[in-house]
């Protein structure tokens, strides 16, 4: 096999070989049951409410023109966030009436602008979900067998989405347990609540964490790559997160934000190239809408606001570029009129940028042992490693090749490195005496990013 012909086959081959793991994986599990009634009924009410979503995506990527269901479904979510945020002062504003007024909007919009085939499937797609999820509630909210394998949605995750939901942003706002934290991610799984089931008080619901492998779908889908190389992707992109059971309570099984957020940023990131150098009114929607995931987490946040900025310097005529710093100003004016601690970007955990950048420079207070700490926690996800060593390698391999090291061209891998990059500075300086378990989950939190790369470099250079 010649080395064209081997990096041509090399996706194909490692889904292959995750396939053969994932079945060895499945072989050796005991099935102690039938599938009883509660699997069924859950597995309709993700069907049911996986179609909605995708009847809804369809719609507003049509009235939008967005070119993209993925980021469809980012901007009616980020939308409800959106006009929160922006009344935050006026505490009275509750949940409920957010997403009431923000719903007649749409439909509002909808109505106006779309085919009436469109608008049909999104009321008929919702109506039957609803009156499935409601009526068989009792079953698709059992959590029998279900294990909580982090502490910090017991803690943190659980009860901010509650509090949004129950007792509105304002307060959560106020309130918030962790200083500093963005709370778009919390929202987003309050509001599919809301939406999906909309009981009086909140409950953590797989199926609304399930929708996120729906919503990764889609982006595969977007990428302007071939039909088999998209296939391939989605294939390759199930079989690494059912075939391990942290990457998936992390992905589509808790309240755990890196599904969430990795699902906002690359459906953003990925259509970046539609709207930097257009000023409409789409432009507009997206770059407000953009600004919005500099209030997420660690180290999108602050990647986020990178890339404003570079768009900003890049698109100077495009004064829409400029609204996305907007969200963030709203949220600094907003801290500081009522009196709340406020960072460069979410959750800086009182540390100074500063300081951290000149014991870089100097090489001062550096504990260099936990980059090898932090190597060896992430290997112990084989899979997960190999498939991130060889987006490492086939990105590599692509510059080598073509000789193009310019922005625009490795922008994917560029984002990654930068993660990392961010990753390792913190857990060496600031957070040395911090476990460096909870790295793995900033790994994780580009994975939409890793596999959109993956499947672009190998769809430009290496699909003749």
């Known amino acids: 096999m010649t080395i064209n012909r081997f990096h041509k086959n090399l996706l194909y081959l490692t889904t292959f070989v995750f396939l053969l793991n994932f079945l060895f994986n499945l072989s050796k599990i005991q099935v102690t049951s039938a599938l009883n009634a509660t699997i069924f009924l859950k597995l309709i009410s993700f069907l049911l409410t996986a179609v909605f979503y995708f009847c809804l995506a369809k719609s507003i990527n049509y009235v939008l023109n967005l070119k993209s269901y993925s980021l469809s479904i980012?901007?009616?979510?980020?939308?409800?966030?959106?006009?929160?945020?922006?009344?935050?002062?006026?505490?009275?504003?509750?949940?409920?009436?957010?997403?009431?007024?923000?719903?007649?909007?749409?439909?509002?919009?909808?109505?106006?602008?779309?085919?009436?085939?469109?608008?049909?499937?999104?009321?008929?797609?919702?109506?039957?979900?609803?009156?499935?999820?409601n009526n068989f509630y009792s079953f698709i909210s059992s959590k029998d067998n279900y294990v909580e394998m982090n502490t910090d949605v017991i803690v943190q995750w659980l009860p901010t989405a509650?509090?949004?939901?129950?007792?509105?942003?304002?307060?959560?706002?106020?309130?918030?347990?962790?200083?500093?934290?963005?709370?778009?991610?919390?929202?987003?799984?309050?509001?599919?609540?809301?939406?999906?089931?909309?009981?009086?008080?909140?409950?953590?619901?797989?199926?609304?964490?399930?929708?996120?492998?729906?919503?990764?779908?889609?982006?595969?889908?977007?990428?302007?790559?071939?039909?088999?190389?998209?296939?391939?992707?989605?294939?390759?992109?199930?079989?690494?997160?059912?075939?391990?059971?942290?990457?998936?309570?992390?992905?589509?099984?808790?309240?755990?934000?890196?599904?969430?957020?990795?699902?906002?940023?690359?459906?953003?990131?990925?259509?970046?190239?539609?709207?930097?150098?257009?000023?409409?009114?789409?432009?507009?929607?997206?770059?407000?809408?953009?600004?919005?995931?500099?209030?997420?987490?660690?180290?999108?946040?602050?990647?986020?606001?990178?890339?404003?900025?570079?768009?900003?310097?890049?698109?100077?005529?495009?004064?829409y570029s400029y609204i996305a710093f907007l969200p963030y100003l709203i949220d600094y004016g907003s801290k500081y009129l009522l009196n709340l601690n406020s960072s460069i970007v979410t959750y800086s955990d009182g540390l100074s940028y500063k300081q951290i950048l000149e014991d870089i420079i100097f090489l001062n207070n550096l504990n260099l042992s936990n980059i090898n700490k932090i190597i060896l926690n992430l290997s112990n996800d084989i899979p997960l490693t190999i498939f991130l060593l060889i987006f490492i390698y086939v990105n590599l391999f692509s510059i080598f090749r073509t000789k193009k090291i310019i922005f625009p061209n490795c922008f994917f891998f560029y984002l990654s490195l930068a993660n990392f990059f961010l990753i390792l500075v913190l857990y060496i300086s600031y957070w040395q005496n911090i476990e460096t378990e909870s790295s793995y989950r900033y790994v994780v939190n580009l994975i939409g990013v890793y596999f959109s790369s993956l499947g672009l470099v190998f769809n430009n250079n290496f699909d003749d």
């Open 162 to 319: 509650k509090n949004i939901y129950e007792k509105g942003y304002f307060y959560s706002y106020t309130n918030n347990l962790i200083e500093g934290q963005g709370l778009l991610p919390s929202f987003i799984q309050s509001l599919l609540h809301k939406v999906n089931f909309d009981t009086p008080n909140f409950e953590f619901i797989q199926i609304n964490s399930s929708l996120f492998i729906l919503f990764f779908i889609l982006i595969f889908i977007d990428l302007e790559i071939s039909p088999k190389n998209k296939i391939n992707l989605i294939v390759l992109f199930l079989l690494l997160v059912f075939n391990n059971q942290w990457l998936f309570y992390l992905i589509a099984n808790s309240l755990m934000l890196e599904g969430i957020v990795s699902f906002l940023f690359t459906s953003f990131v990925i259509n970046l190239h539609k709207f930097i150098r257009h000023r409409n009114n789409t432009s507009f929607l997206y770059f407000l809408s953009f600004g919005t995931l500099v209030l997420t987490k660690q180290f999108i946040s602050i990647i986020s606001l990178i890339v404003v900025c570079i768009c900003v310097l890049m698109a100077i005529k495009n004064i």
């Open 74 to 133: 980012a901007i009616f979510f980020i939308s409800f966030f959106l006009l929160n945020h922006l009344v935050v002062y006026f505490k009275m504003i509750d949940f409920d009436f957010i997403v009431r007024s923000v719903t007649l909007l749409w439909i509002f919009l909808l109505i106006s602008k779309n085919k009436f085939n469109y608008n049909f499937l999104v009321l008929f797609s919702f109506l039957v979900m609803r009156l499935f999820n």
